[in-house]
Protein backbone atom coordinates (compact mmCIF):
# COMPACT_ATOMS: atom_id res chain seq x y z
CA UNK A 1 0.00 0.00 0.00
CA UNK A 2 1.51 3.24 -1.14
CA UNK A 3 1.79 6.01 1.65
CA UNK A 4 0.82 9.63 1.35
CA UNK A 5 3.91 11.87 1.49
CA UNK A 6 1.97 14.72 2.43
CA UNK A 7 -0.03 12.92 5.29
CA UNK A 8 2.16 14.41 8.17
CA UNK A 9 1.31 18.03 6.70
CA UNK A 10 -1.96 17.06 6.35
CA UNK A 11 -2.15 15.96 9.92
CA UNK A 12 -0.19 19.03 11.18
CA UNK A 13 -2.61 21.63 9.44
CA UNK A 14 -5.76 19.95 10.89
CA UNK A 15 -3.95 20.27 14.20
CA UNK A 16 -3.62 24.30 13.72
CA UNK A 17 -5.59 26.76 16.36
CA UNK A 18 -5.41 28.91 12.98
CA UNK A 19 -7.76 27.61 10.01
CA UNK A 20 -6.09 27.50 6.46
CA UNK A 21 -7.74 28.04 3.41
CA UNK A 22 -7.28 27.42 -0.51
CA UNK A 23 -9.30 30.02 -2.20
CA UNK A 24 -9.32 30.13 -6.50
CA UNK A 25 -9.04 33.66 -8.45
CA UNK A 26 -12.87 33.91 -7.50
CA UNK A 27 -12.52 33.45 -3.88
CA UNK A 28 -14.33 30.34 -4.22
CA UNK A 29 -13.07 28.28 -1.53
CA UNK A 30 -11.19 24.43 -2.64
CA UNK A 31 -9.75 23.43 0.83
CA UNK A 32 -10.32 24.22 4.23
CA UNK A 33 -8.42 22.84 7.28
CA UNK A 34 -10.25 21.19 9.75
CA UNK A 35 -10.05 24.28 12.52
CA UNK A 36 -12.53 25.96 10.14
CA UNK A 37 -15.33 24.72 11.92
CA UNK A 38 -13.76 25.86 15.26
CA UNK A 39 -13.84 29.55 14.22
CA UNK A 40 -16.73 29.81 11.53
CA UNK A 41 -18.85 26.72 12.81
CA UNK A 42 -19.23 24.70 9.19
CA UNK A 43 -17.10 21.86 8.57
CA UNK A 44 -14.28 21.35 5.86
CA UNK A 45 -16.70 19.49 3.46
CA UNK A 46 -19.08 22.38 3.86
CA UNK A 47 -17.23 25.16 3.31
CA UNK A 48 -15.76 23.53 0.23
CA UNK A 49 -17.72 25.56 -2.65
CA UNK A 50 -18.45 28.66 -0.57
CA UNK A 51 -17.44 31.96 -1.83
CA UNK A 52 -15.53 33.51 0.80
CA UNK A 53 -17.63 36.69 0.26
CA UNK A 54 -20.74 35.47 0.65
CA UNK A 55 -20.23 34.55 4.21
CA UNK A 56 -18.18 37.94 4.64
CA UNK A 57 -19.94 41.01 6.59
CA UNK A 58 -21.45 42.92 3.68
CA UNK A 59 -19.80 46.31 4.70
CA UNK A 60 -16.33 44.73 4.83
CA UNK A 61 -16.24 42.94 1.56
CA UNK A 62 -15.10 46.52 -0.54
CA UNK A 63 -11.86 46.64 1.52
CA UNK A 64 -11.24 43.07 1.74
CA UNK A 65 -11.84 43.49 -2.52
CA UNK A 66 -9.15 45.62 -2.70
CA UNK A 67 -7.04 43.61 -0.64
CA UNK A 68 -7.34 41.07 -2.85
CA UNK A 69 -6.47 42.72 -5.86
CA UNK A 70 -2.64 43.39 -3.97
CA UNK A 71 -2.42 39.49 -2.99
CA UNK A 72 -3.02 38.84 -6.50
CA UNK A 73 -0.89 41.12 -7.86
CA UNK A 74 2.31 39.78 -5.91
CA UNK A 75 1.91 41.06 -2.50
CA UNK A 76 1.74 38.94 0.48
CA UNK A 77 -1.27 40.43 3.10
CA UNK A 78 -0.22 40.09 6.85
CA UNK A 79 -2.61 40.81 9.80
CA UNK A 80 -5.54 42.02 7.51
CA UNK A 81 -8.63 41.86 9.44
CA UNK A 82 -12.15 41.88 8.21
CA UNK A 83 -15.55 39.99 9.42
CA UNK A 84 -17.69 37.07 8.75
CA UNK A 85 -20.99 35.36 10.07
CA UNK A 86 -20.78 32.28 12.11
CA UNK A 87 -22.75 29.16 11.08
CA UNK A 88 -24.90 30.31 14.01
CA UNK A 89 -25.21 34.09 13.11
CA UNK A 90 -22.95 35.28 15.24
CA UNK A 91 -20.36 38.15 13.70
CA UNK A 92 -16.54 36.68 13.88
CA UNK A 93 -13.85 38.94 13.76
CA UNK A 94 -11.06 37.30 11.54
CA UNK A 95 -7.42 38.26 11.03
CA UNK A 96 -5.76 36.96 7.68
CA UNK A 97 -2.43 36.10 6.72
CA UNK A 98 -2.62 35.61 2.62
CA UNK A 99 -0.30 35.10 -0.38
CA UNK A 100 -1.09 34.28 -4.43
CA UNK A 101 0.05 31.29 -5.21
CA UNK A 102 0.73 31.53 -9.34
CA UNK A 103 1.28 27.74 -9.99
CA UNK A 104 -1.36 26.87 -8.46
CA UNK A 105 -3.47 29.84 -9.18
CA UNK A 106 -4.90 29.81 -5.11
CA UNK A 107 -4.86 32.38 -2.97
CA UNK A 108 -3.41 30.59 0.26
CA UNK A 109 -4.42 32.34 3.75
CA UNK A 110 -4.47 31.56 7.40
CA UNK A 111 -7.44 32.89 9.22
CA UNK A 112 -6.81 33.34 13.07
CA UNK A 113 -10.13 34.33 15.07
CA UNK A 114 -9.42 37.22 16.98
CA UNK A 115 -13.15 38.18 18.47
CA UNK A 116 -12.08 37.93 21.85
CA UNK A 117 -9.38 39.99 21.67
CA UNK A 118 -11.57 42.66 19.79
CA UNK A 119 -14.56 42.45 22.17
CA UNK A 120 -12.02 43.02 25.10
CA UNK A 121 -10.61 46.45 22.98
CA UNK A 122 -13.90 47.40 22.56
CA UNK A 123 -14.87 47.39 26.38
CA UNK A 124 -11.73 49.15 27.45
CA UNK A 125 -12.26 51.51 24.75
CA UNK A 126 -15.87 52.03 25.72
CA UNK A 127 -14.88 52.02 29.72
CA UNK A 128 -12.29 55.08 28.57
CA UNK A 129 -14.75 56.98 26.58
CA UNK A 130 -17.37 56.86 29.33
CA UNK A 131 -14.52 58.18 31.95
CA UNK A 132 -13.83 60.89 30.00
CA UNK A 133 -17.55 61.61 29.14
CA UNK A 134 -18.08 61.46 33.32
CA UNK A 135 -15.29 64.57 33.60
CA UNK A 136 -16.16 66.27 30.56
CA UNK A 137 -20.01 66.51 30.39
CA UNK A 138 -21.97 69.78 31.42
CA UNK A 139 -24.54 68.44 33.41
CA UNK A 140 -26.19 64.64 33.80
CA UNK A 141 -28.04 64.73 31.08
CA UNK A 142 -25.12 65.24 28.44
CA UNK A 143 -23.63 62.41 30.53
CA UNK A 144 -26.29 60.06 29.89
CA UNK A 145 -26.89 60.85 26.41
CA UNK A 146 -23.28 60.58 25.96
CA UNK A 147 -22.91 56.95 27.57
CA UNK A 148 -25.71 55.65 25.67
CA UNK A 149 -23.78 56.80 22.51
CA UNK A 150 -20.92 54.92 23.62
CA UNK A 151 -22.98 51.97 24.63
CA UNK A 152 -24.42 52.01 21.06
CA UNK A 153 -20.90 50.93 19.94
CA UNK A 154 -20.89 47.78 21.85
CA UNK A 155 -24.48 46.25 21.14
CA UNK A 156 -27.99 47.87 19.64
CA UNK A 157 -29.34 50.02 22.15
CA UNK A 158 -32.19 51.92 20.73
CA UNK A 159 -34.02 51.83 23.86
CA UNK A 160 -31.96 53.10 26.17
CA UNK A 161 -33.14 54.23 30.13
CA UNK A 162 -30.97 55.57 33.01
CA UNK A 163 -32.89 54.53 36.61
CA UNK A 164 -32.02 56.78 40.16
CA UNK A 165 -32.11 55.23 43.72
CA UNK A 166 -32.46 57.59 45.87
CA UNK A 167 -31.52 55.66 49.24
CA UNK A 168 -33.63 58.25 51.83
CA UNK A 169 -36.66 58.09 50.25
CA UNK A 170 -36.45 54.58 48.59
CA UNK A 171 -37.34 55.85 45.33
CA UNK A 172 -36.64 55.23 41.96
CA UNK A 173 -36.69 58.29 38.76
CA UNK A 174 -35.90 57.96 35.47
CA UNK A 175 -33.57 61.14 34.14
CA UNK A 176 -33.15 60.12 31.40
CA UNK A 177 -35.49 58.21 28.87
CA UNK A 178 -35.38 56.28 25.45
CA UNK A 179 -38.03 54.09 24.62
CA UNK A 180 -40.10 53.88 21.38
CA UNK A 181 -42.78 51.57 23.30
CA UNK A 182 -43.32 52.95 26.82
CA UNK A 183 -43.69 56.53 27.71
CA UNK A 184 -40.90 57.65 31.11
CA UNK A 185 -42.12 56.12 34.15
CA UNK A 186 -43.17 58.25 37.04
CA UNK A 187 -41.19 58.43 39.98
CA UNK A 188 -42.27 55.58 42.43
CA UNK A 189 -41.37 53.95 45.49
CA UNK A 190 -39.26 50.71 45.16
CA UNK A 191 -41.48 47.31 45.69
CA UNK A 192 -39.72 44.11 47.18
CA UNK A 193 -39.63 41.34 44.60
CA UNK A 194 -39.53 43.18 41.19
CA UNK A 195 -36.41 43.08 39.29
CA UNK A 196 -35.30 47.12 40.38
CA UNK A 197 -35.44 45.63 43.64
CA UNK A 198 -32.76 42.38 43.11
CA UNK A 199 -30.55 44.79 41.16
CA UNK A 200 -30.51 47.79 44.14
CA UNK A 201 -30.52 44.81 46.69
CA UNK A 202 -27.72 42.90 45.46
CA UNK A 203 -25.51 45.44 43.06
CA UNK A 204 -25.56 43.34 40.60
CA UNK A 205 -26.43 42.85 36.59
CA UNK A 206 -28.85 41.45 35.35
CA UNK A 207 -29.65 39.91 31.53
CA UNK A 208 -33.05 38.79 30.51
CA UNK A 209 -33.44 37.26 27.56
CA UNK A 210 -36.70 35.78 26.01
CA UNK A 211 -35.60 32.35 27.08
CA UNK A 212 -35.24 33.11 30.69
CA UNK A 213 -37.55 35.79 31.47
CA UNK A 214 -40.66 33.70 31.58
CA UNK A 215 -38.72 31.38 34.40
CA UNK A 216 -37.69 34.47 36.14
CA UNK A 217 -41.05 36.03 36.34
CA UNK A 218 -42.54 32.85 37.86
CA UNK A 219 -40.12 32.50 40.12
CA UNK A 220 -40.72 36.08 41.34
CA UNK A 221 -44.84 35.43 40.99
CA UNK A 222 -44.12 32.95 43.13
CA UNK A 223 -42.03 34.40 46.15
CA UNK A 224 -44.15 38.05 46.49
CA UNK A 225 -47.33 37.08 44.21
CA UNK A 226 -46.77 40.01 41.83
CA UNK A 227 -45.30 41.16 38.60
CA UNK A 228 -41.65 41.64 39.12
CA UNK A 229 -41.39 44.73 37.25
Not at 119 to 131: G, M, P, T
Not at 205 to 211: H, I, M, Q
Request: charged share 20%; aromatic share 10%; proline share 7%.
Amino acid sequence: MESNPHAPLASFIDLMMDAVFAVDAHANIVFASASCERIFGYTPKEMIGKNMFDMMLPEDREITRNSVVGIMSGNPQFHFENRYIHKNGQVVNIMWTARWSPADQLRIGVARDITERKRSELLQSALYSISEAAHTAEDLLKLFQRIHEIVGTLLPVDNFSVTLYDDETGKLSFPYHVDQFLPRPDPFTLIPGTFYAEIIHTGLPLLLTPETMVARMEELRVSFGMNPF
